[in-house]
């Protein structure tokens, strides 16, 4: 039986499937923007991509079964033929396990381990995104097919110091995967003394709270599927690797948010000029220079339009609501709604979202060639604030967030089957 415990996470090692030393930069695959073309484009140039195991390549495609049956049987043959060439390896040994991501100086360290699905369906690792089933489906349906559970879910906690002191003396030892790509190294350092993985689970059990900061889609289809394997499997115990899903813990103080920008593709309905005097009548608005647009403080949101560049203050707009008064949340409330008819930001066709680093000028020149009409620019939701609003059982608006970091398929998958 699975153990009721309250505001903890309940994390295990397990024998997680890695890339070999000499293969790890070839092997693992960013999957932010993978599009089903880029992923065939990076399949035919690099045989031993994981793209080989998401995407596969068919060549036949007059084998029984449907196409998607064909590419889930393609998939299991090119992991059967990654494992027996080595190019993905299972441990022998159950590992927690460390990874450390750098850049530039900017070192990321997290502990990559596997959490209980209970834990996501008690809420006692907090969540603040609503989950569309569409997307859940096609993930849930990936496990069932395969069993692979290669995209962790990204959960953050408050700094806590004793757990901070085993990873720093862990990070003493040689790390077992060390790798260049991308200008970035990936380290990882497996942690299979029994007594410091007791000690680990014995911090993460006596953590008051754990919130999900990326991966609420990939959390509910893990959970929809160890819950489906229950009910099929008569002789259930809980100890099953379906009852678990893929996770990093990495501290709120070394987690990035960065926002997602608004950009619209307007059509002849809308007025030019009443966009402007709407916006001159009803908010405190000042031309700045186009260099500025990106915020340096909350409250304060970059408007591109026509080739000039604004600032809009919503300070006047607050009203000591941490829900309402967050910059999208305002964006949406006063502006997108009232002046662009845009009622459900996730649907509506004329609204765009980019996210994460983003090179300014040249977004500005798409903006000037056409392809959209505005651009609003907006300062990033504080982890504070996202953690209070979780707290509360509230959840975040559409595209709130964007965190960093993001995490390589292939680099660590877990077999939930």
């Given at each position: 039986m699975i153990s009721l415990l309250v505001n903890m996470p309940n994390i295990k090692p397990f024998k997680a499937i890695l890339p070999s030393q000499a293969k790890a930069s070839n092997v693992v695959?960013?999957?932010?923007?993978?599009?089903?073309?880029?992923?065939?484009?990076?399949?035919?140039?690099?045989?031993?991509?994981?793209?080989?195991?998401?995407?596969?390549?068919i060549e036949n495609y007059y084998l029984r079964g449907s196409?998607?049956?064909?590419?889930?049987?393609?998939?299991?043959?090119?992991?059967?033929?990654f494992i027996q060439q080595e190019i993905l390896v299972k441990d022998k040994q159950e590992a927690i396990y460390i990874y450390t991501k750098s850049k530039n100086g900017n070192v990321k360290?997290?502990?990559w381990t596997v959490s209980n699905i209970h834990d996501y369906l008690s809420n006692q690792i907090k969540k603040h995104e609503l989950t569309r089933l569409e997307r859940e489906k096609g993930l849930v349906e990936y496990l069932q097919q395969t069993g692979l559970d290669a995209n962790p879910v990204l959960i953050t906690f408050e700094k806590n110091d004793d757990l901070e002191k085993i990873i720093k003396n862990e990070k003493l030892k040689p790390a077992h995967l060390d790798f260049n790509i991308a200008d970035e190294q990936h380290q990882i350092w497996k942690v299979t003394d029994e007594i410091v993985n007791h000690n680990i689970q014995a911090i993460f059990r006596k953590m008051p709270n754990t919130y999900i900061a990326d991966g609420h889609h990939r959390a509910a289809a893990a959970c929809s599927y160890g819950v489906e394997r229950r009910l099929l499997n008569l002789k259930h115990n809980g100890?099953?690797?379906?009852?678990?899903?893929?996770?990093?813990?990495?501290s709120a103080d070394q987690l990035e948010i960065l926002p997602f920008h608004r950009f619209l593709k307007l059509n002849h309905l809308f007025d030019h000029v009443e966009i402007l005097e709407f916006l001159m009548d009803n908010f405190k608005i000042k031309e700045?220079?186009?260099?500025?647009?990106?915020?340096?403080?909350?409250?304060?949101?970059?408007?591109?339009?026509?080739?000039?560049?604004?600032?809009?203050?919503?300070?006047?707009?607050l009203n000591s609501n941490i829900l309402h008064d967050l910059d999208v949340s305002l964006l949406q409330k006063n502006i997108l709604k009232p002046l662009f008819n845009v009622n459900d930001p996730r649907e509506d066709e004329k609204l765009?979202?980019?996210?994460?680093e983003i090179d300014l000028e040249l977004n500005l020149n798409m903006i000037d060639l056409g392809k959209f009409d505005i651009a609003f620019f907006l300062y990033p939701?504080?982890?504070?604030?996202?953690?209070?609003?979780?707290?509360?059982?509230?959840?975040?608006?559409?595209?709130?967030?964007?965190?960093?970091p993001k995490f390589l398929a292939g680099l660590i998958t877990h077999e939930m089957d």
């Open positions: 695959v960013g999957l932010e923007n993978l599009s089903i073309s880029s992923a065939k484009a990076i399949g035919n140039a690099n045989p031993f991509s994981f793209v080989h195991l998401l995407v596969p390549k196409k998607q049956e064909i590419a889930f049987k393609k998939i299991a043959e090119n992991f059967d033929d360290t997290g502990i100890s099953e690797e379906y009852n678990y899903f893929s996770s990093v813990y990495i700045i220079e186009r260099k500025d647009l990106i915020p340096t403080k909350e409250h304060f949101i970059g408007f591109y339009y026509q080739n000039k560049a604004y600032q809009i203050d919503f300070n006047d707009f765009y979202f980019i996210g994460g939701t504080s982890i504070k604030d996202l953690m209070k609003i979780a707290d509360l059982g509230e959840t975040m608006p559409p595209k709130s967030t964007w965190f960093e």
